[in-house]
């Protein structure tokens, strides 16, 4: 699970977040005060959060005195609630749709989907196509999109996904399935067919692993 989502799921520690962005810095007396709870839940908050990689603790001195630990927000932490795109994302993607001509209307969804791969390509590289879509089913899955992927001796590689990564852009234009499509494609280093789609009336999405033959029809079929 990655920190974001930890910090999304867990909405106790979000007053605890909220009160380290807006003062800098704070130590456990300081929480304990602004929070109204114990200083032992403080603690625990801190230690879930430190280990999730959103909050971080220095040590002040204080003169003769025993020095004291306060707790500030990391990089990570501080974009915590600042990274929700969809009113963007939905904006540029009407900006796709009004493109007429399919010729560069298939260049641009080209480019989203080697675009998306880019980002996991690193961690998918390497090993058969279906290796490769295991692991990117792995990646989805850590992004909590529910998937699995079926491959039964000497049947073709598909990765099944039961929840759709961007439904609201969907609902609008299937070209976004494309985009996922082409972005598997990249991954996985084979041509890959939407076999299957929830927009259809389908249970789930299947992306499955196909030969140049079908690609063509693929690409039809997703409206690209």
């Known amino acids: 699970m990655s920190a974001e989502t930890l910090a999304c799921s867990l909405p106790s520690d979000a007053p605890l977040l909220e009160m380290l962005r807006v003062e800098g810095r704070a130590g456990i007396s300081n929480l304990e005060t602004g929070l109204g709870v114990t200083a032992t839940a403080v603690r625990q908050r801190l230690d879930r959060l430190m280990r999730a990689g959103l909050v971080e603790r220095s040590t002040v001195s204080r003169g003769r005195g025993r020095p004291s630990h306060v707790y500030s927000l990391t990089d990570k932490g501080r974009r915590v609630g600042g990274d929700n795109f969809q009113d963007l994302a ?115 999405c299947k992306f499955t692993a196909v030969g140049e033959s079908l690609e063509s029809e693929s690409m039809h079929r997703e409206g690209a």
Do not use: F, H, K
């Not at 279906?130 to 899955?141: C, D, Q």
């Not at 999109?145 to 049947?155: H, L, R």
């Open 90 to 204: 939905l904006v540029l993607w009407r900006e796709v749709r009004t493109v007429s001509d399919p010729a560069i209307r298939r260049g641009l969804l080209s480019r989203i989907g080697a675009a998306l791969a880019d980002r996991y390509r690193e961690s998918v590289s390497g090993g058969s196509p279906r290796e490769r879509l295991e692991r990117a089913a792995a990646i989805m899955r850590e992004r909590q999109i529910s998937c699995s992927v079926s491959a039964p001796e000497g049947d073709l590689p598909v990765l099944v996904s039961y929840t759709c990564p961007y439904p609201e852009l969907a609902e609008q234009d299937r070209g976004i399935c494309a985009a996922e499509r082409l972005m598997l494609q990249n991954l996985v280093g084979a041509p890959v067919q939407l076999s299957e789609c929830r927009l259809d009336g389908g249970s789930c």
